[in-house]
């Protein structure tokens, strides 16, 4: 499965980098922010089942990120899905790890593809699960 | 099993030799890759030669690099931001004049 990881230290205290994810004043500014566009919508609900979505116009074109969150524990892991519509169907989930360390924290992210079968529909996925958890129990 | 096969064709008794696995394991291993579009079988008289198709991995590094690209480029916006707060905080706390 394709898996993407990325660590970066900061020397800033891991409540703050937590929150930079959830304040919308703060995300507006940076997450998925781009130089030359202006970020023109965001919308952050943050609890379980919540969805955010961040708007950034570039050249005129309104390009949308958003997702629902997973699971929220303030200073220490987030996770939540990720999709791009405008340029494709794949939703992604990604997983936010933050440590404290001595001069501030380290962070790591996780993006791991999330497979078509469990979004069409959830019923299906669950049982896909069930059924390859069944198949690994009687081997 | 695609490392090797990424060094050139080999056939199946080949692929299944350092992994001392059987003819069979090998095969139905080989099957899995074929389906999942990795890796490609020819029938040479009794050899069952394979090869990889490059096509899907190319894909699938593209894939890594581009959203490693990505958070990368998230990440060191988010540190500059908070760097940036920093300097106009510790200036807002300098001594008055």
Not at chain 1, 28 to 48: C, H, N, S, Y
Not at chain 1, 90 to 116: F, K, N, R
Request: aromatic share 8%.
């Amino acid at each position: 499965m394709n898996v993407v990881r990325v660590t970066h230290h900061f020397q800033a205290s891991p409540e703050r980098v937590f929150d930079a994810w959830l304040d919308p004043r703060t995300a507006g500014k940076w997450l998925f922010a781009t130089p030359t566009g202006q970020m023109v919508r965001v919308e952050i609900d943050a609890r379980i089942g919540g969805r955010w979505i961040l708007v950034d116009r570039r050249n005129g074109e309104d390009v949308e990120h958003s997702g629902e969150y997973l699971e929220i524990d303030r200073s220490r892991r987030l996770v939540f899905t990720f999709g791009v519509p405008k340029y494709s169907s794949e939703i992604t989930e990604v997983t936010i790890e933050i440590e404290p360390s001595e001069s501030g924290c380290d962070l790591t992210l996780t993006q791991t593809a999330v497979p078509d079968e469990y979004l069409k529909s959830n019923e299906k996925g669950w049982l896909g699960i069930l059924v390859g958890l069944a198949e690994n129990i009687a081997e | 099993m695609l490392r090797t096969l990424a060094a050139g064709e080999q056939n199946i008794g080949e692929l299944a030799a350092p992994f001392r696995m059987s003819f069979a394991a090998a095969s139905k291993h080989v099957k899995v890759l074929e389906g999942a579009g990795l890796v490609r079988r020819h029938v040479q008289g009794r050899r069952h030669v394979c090869r990889i198709q490059p096509g899907p991995l190319a894909a699938a590094d593209e894939w890594l690099h581009s959203y490693r690209r990505l958070w990368t480029e998230q990440l060191d916006r988010l540190d500059s931001l908070l760097q940036a707060e920093d300097r106009v905080q510790s200036k807002g706390k300098g001594p008055k004049p």
